[in-house]
């Protein structure tokens, strides 16, 4: 710790230089943080939405495949099974837009409560979502979005029905990363029926929570096979899985983002190390005296690459406070416009905060290892022959 | 007077290992934007590029994709026999009901994914004017054949000529494969739409129609009459700008990519600044000189400001170099991308970096270069030749 003010002294010694280097390692550091939080957000949001006694149950040949309404009696009978709740497709969007922008499902609200006992939903927001026959519930995160409170009034026209439901926001999912809208399903069905149609005879899917997580395989293999060799087969998967596969289709791009990713941190590597060589450089003569009076390689060596890891640390703990203020101006953007939307999701997670940190860290290190080491084991003749 | 050309370029190479570094840096940028912006550009293109101008789409109204729509046989047989349609040789309308049902298809490393499924007649060829079989047949109707597009062949289980494709309740023989230059057709499964509907127990035997219009007829006429038609619920629109809606969702990804740009451009412009003003610094000496017989502070400044600027030019030869090879890597180790649209269906797309994107990148270095050397430049501009010369 004795050599800290020479260590900062040499820091500051060319003031640009510093300033310039830290400029880039903290943008960069920046960069890396903000691609990182897109395959952390998706981790963020498994482990914050899922519950390991949660299954999916839906027909085996795709999503889009429905199952006979009768069969969600048949999975709550099934030993072990806690609660079960049919969810289904709407595909509801705001008429004068006619894009889907949030997912909307008709659920059954008697089993919500049951099946997402992990929501921490309100009580009396619950009694109310199963109260009222247009009443819906909402994620946080679209709430948000669109300004929403409890007791509003929206109108939503299916993409997939012939009809148009009126429904009352009475009750609020209290996650930030919960985007989704549920009605009751009697609501469609009734709907349907005033349409001249035969209402609605199947669910989309099936939400399924176990008593216990050990039972959950069995489980699963029962439901599967008391629908096999029906006219829709089921699959059942854990919740976990389903989410993880529903992500799958964006594994080509989070590929590139990390590619980008370790370029970046490339560019970092290469900018350090260049302040690096030049400021030893400049300094070999000066290295070359401490050296003949006496400072042993080591010390040399370890003052050259704190320096480094010094500045990069410093630099990067900036980039990392300038990830969090740019994700906060692009969240108050994405509110704002429905195309830049997905740029909302960025979200700093602690992990990227350290990630962060630590590779600025690591990076001030290995870039300033190959010159510093250089430095510290030329001989001190050499080097003063060379100033001299 | 100015100073030779040669000068400035000779200068990079004096110093070889601190300008190559230098050049890595703006050649990093260079690949990680590159890279992006070809992501894009072929997302765009396999989403724009698909659909033909001379097209309609049909479907039900309020439905925003072919996957929600749903449509009755009375209202093909309706719409078909309307003004305006082109007609083939054997005059029959050049209209082309199709089903469109997004099953699991299973990736070989064990993923999987929704495909388009699309149900079709024969017409269908005739039609979607850019799609063709390059290899096998079309499918017999009213059997279980299928023809695959080329970015799924391949990808699943199952998808290769000659081959049984496992989805929905059934097996389906793969007789041919789709190509359309790059568009998204080319992600898609195209069966029979009787066998489809069946296999997927449709109420409703087709969920669109596409059209193609005849020459010199009114396209906007014919889509008012099919909207107009009071017995159905009905909405046509160009083709072309159905897809390009569709390609609205690369939107949010240009921000990124520009962010990116921005964030890394600055960091590189300050990495090469400082790298310039070593130079300037190490050559306190020699500016003075040049000042001293006569070089005017106009052309030191010109002459730094192309050193920086011709550095730049080189990290970009290096980076476009390596992001083309990249983009080939890529491609070899994961073959396509797979896109997850919102419409439950996935694109799969090939990453090209165009000449567009490294154009893109070139104008991007040469930014990075004349900020960043603009600096240094001007400092060793700002030299008083006395002093300068006495520091030596």
């Known amino acids: ?388 | 007077m100015t100073l030779p050309l040669s000068y400035s370029l000779r200068n990079i190479t004096a110093r070889k290992a601190r300008s190559l570094m230098t050049a890595g840096v703006i050649a990093l940028v260079v690949v990680a934007c590159s890279l992006f912006l070809g992501l894009i550009s072929s997302l765009r293109k396999t989403l724009v590029s698909s659909g033909d101008p001379r097209n309609l789409v049909v479907m039900r109204k309020g439905s925003d994709n072919d996957g929600s729509s749903q449509l009755s046989l009375e209202a093909f047989q309706a719409v078909k026999y309307f003004d305006g349609i082109a007609r083939d040789a054997q005059d029959q309308p050049l209209a082309s009901p199709e089903l469109v049902v997004q099953p699991f298809f299973h990736t070989l490393q064990g993923g999987r994914e929704n495909v388009l499924v699309r149900g079709v007649e024969p017409v269908a060829l005739q039609v979607h004017g850019d799609v063709r079989i390059a290899e096998g047949r079309m499918l017999n109707p009213s059997s279980a054949e299928a023809v695959v597009g080329k970015g799924v062949m391949g990808r699943y289980r199952g998808a290769t000529l000659g081959s049984e494709l496992e989805f929905g309740h059934g097996r389906w023989k793969v007789v041919g494969i789709l190509e359309s230059g790059g568009s998204s057709f080319e992600s898609e499964v195209w069966v029979d739409v009787r066998e489809l509907a069946n296999d997927a127990k449709r109420p409703f035997p087709y969920s669109g129609i596409r059209l193609r219009t005849a020459n010199g007829a009114d396209m906007a006429a014919l889509a008012r009459r099919i909207n107009d038609d009071p017995r159905f619920a009905l909405e046509a629109q160009p083709e072309t700008a159905y897809y390009s809606k569709q390609a609205e969702s690369a939107n949010a990804l240009y921000v990124l990519v520009i962010g990116i740009a921005v964030l890394a451009g600055i960091g590189a412009g300050f990495g090469a600044a400082n790298t310039m003003y070593a130079a300037v610094q190490a050559r306190t000496a020699e500016i003075g000189t040049l000042r001293a017989i006569g070089f005017s502070r106009g052309s030191i400044l010109w002459s730094f400001q192309v050193e920086a600027v011709a550095l730049a030019v080189v990290g970009f030869g290096l980076g476009a170099v390596l992001a083309l090879l990249l983009a080939r890597l890529i491609g070899l180790l994961i073959g396509g991308i797979a896109f997850g649209a919102r419409t439950f269906t996935t694109n799969v797309i090939t990453l090209h970096v165009t000449p567009s994107d490294l154009a893109t990148a070139l104008v991007l270095a040469i930014v990075i270069g004349f900020a960043g050397g603009f600096g240094p430049a001007w400092r060793a501009a700002r030299m008083r030749p006395i002093e300068a010369l006495r520091k030596a």
Not at chain 1, 76 to 82: C, E, F, H, T, W
């Open chain 1, 1 to 388: 710790m004795k050599y800290f003010s020479l260590i900062r002294a040499n820091l500051g010694r060319n003031k640009l230089r510093t300033a310039l280097t830290a400029g880039a390692i903290m943008l960069a550091v920046a960069l890396v943080c903000m691609l990182l939080t897109m395959p952390a957000g998706m981790d963020a949001m498994l482990a914050s939405m899922t519950s390991n006694t949660r299954i999916s149950v839906h027909n085996k040949a795709g999503l889009v495949y429905s199952m006979p309404y009768a069969f969600t009696r048949k999975v709550r009978q099934v030993d072990g099974v806690a609660a079960a709740m049919s969810m289904t497709w709407f595909g509801g969007a705001f008429e004068e837009d006619g894009r889907v922008t949030f997912p909307n499902f008709a659920v059954e609200p008697e089993h919500v409560g049951e099946v997402y006992p992990d929501y921490k939903l309100d009580p009396q927001q619950l009694a109310d979502f199963q109260r009222y026959r247009d009443g819906a519930m909402v994620g946080r995160q679209t709430m948000k979005k669109y300004g929403w409170k409890i007791g509003d009034r929206i109108t939503l026209r299916s993409t997939v029905w012939p009809v148009s439901l009126d429904l009352r926001i009475v009750a609020e999912i209290p996650n930030d990363r919960s985007g989704i809208l549920w009605f009751p399903r009697e609501y469609l069905d009734q709907a349907l029926q005033a349409e001249g149609r035969p209402g609605l005879g199947i669910a989309g899917m099936m939400w399924v929570r176990a008593d216990d997580p050990n039972r959950v395989n069995a489980i699963m293999r029962t439901i599967d096979d008391l629908s096999r060799n029906s006219e829709a087969e089921t699959a059942s998967e854990t919740e976990k899985s389903f989410f993880s596969s529903f992500f799958g289709s964006l594994q080509g791009l989070v590929t590139i983002v990390l590619i980008v990713t370790g370029l970046v941190t490339l560019c970092i590597i290469f900018i350090a190390a260049n302040t690096a060589s030049m400021a030893v450089r400049e300094r070999s003569g000066e290295l070359a005296v401490l050296k003949a009076i006496g400072f042993t390689r080591w010390v040399i060596f370890g003052m050259l690459l704190t320096e480094a890891a010094l500045l990069s640390t410093v630099a990067g703990l900036l980039g990392v406070g300038l990830t969090l203020g740019l994700t906060a101006v692009l969240r108050l953007v994405a509110s704002g416009s429905e195309a830049l939307g997905p740029l909302g999701s960025f979200i700093v997670t602690a992990p990227v905060i350290v990630q962060g940190t630590f590779l600025s860290l690591f990076v001030g290190m290995l870039a300033g290892l190959v010159p510093s080491w250089g430095a510290a084991r030329k001989p001190v003749v050499q080097t003063l022959h060379e100033v001299f």
